[in-house]
């Protein structure tokens, strides 16, 4: 089954990587640069997953995570960070089913 995927980066190239291996999937890719463009394109047009980052200017990926969790709780979502710690065990409570820290394999 094909599933959209909402991915949330402000690094272009973490975004065109993901993109690339998603869709090569077979899956439908959104992306946003940054939290609040993520959480509007969310609300415009729900995915099955988000995929955020943890650590972006304006609004990071905690926020993504408890705005997407309060509009629909049933959406997966994966944190990806560059740091190790709080903020990973953060993002799980507040409903990341999984934190990949960076750099992580497409396998993963």
Known sequence: MMARILVIDDDQ?????????LAGAGHEVVEAPGGQAGIELYRQAPADLVITDLFMPETDGLTVIEE????????????????????CALARELGAERTFVKPFSIPD
């Open 13 to 21: 190239t973490v975004r065109g990587v993901l993109r690339k291996a």
């Open 68 to 87: 997407v969790r309060k509009l629909n709780p049933e959406t997966r979502i994966v944190s990806i960070t560059a740091g190790e710690g709080d903020d």
